[in-house]
């Protein structure tokens, strides 16, 4: 029991310290937030758009016309060029935060920046089915011993 949960813990902090971003920013700088989609398995495709006005930012808009141009919500919808989602989401997470099952059905968000400071109350992941929310872990749920990762 003690080294299957090692092994997961050691694969969740090998797989929340190794996702990669599109977006170049700072260790410790949230990126501004900007529309992208993602492909999903052979038959699906993730949409999420920003949620944070346009004003918000000195700088040209993060909003994707191609993308919104057919997607009207944030969520999950067929590539057969429907326009009506399988299930949305009111919420923004980054391309780099989202897993989600090649089936389209389960998603995973990882924590935003949480495993960069002490706090391991945190949330490390949630995860979501058909986009509704399932349950969400704390890093110490999967850390004995936090101060050996500070």
Known sequence: MMKK?????A???TLLLSNASRTFVSAD???I????SKDVGENYIFVMLSTVPTSTYDMDSQ???SIRSKFNQSGLY???NSHLPIWSVDWYSYDFQIEISSDGKHLIEW???SYMYSDFDSIAFTLF???KEIRKYAINEFVTFPFLIS
Do not use: M, S
């Open 5 to 9: 949960r090692i092994a997961i813990t």
């Open 11 to 13: 694969l969740l902090l």
């Open 29 to 31: 700088e949230i990126p």
């Open 33 to 36: 937030p900007y529309d992208y």
């Open 63 to 65: 909003f994707d016309e």
């Open 78 to 80: 067929h590539k057969d």
């Open 111 to 113: 924590g935003l920046l």
């Open 129 to 131: 089915e058909n986009g």
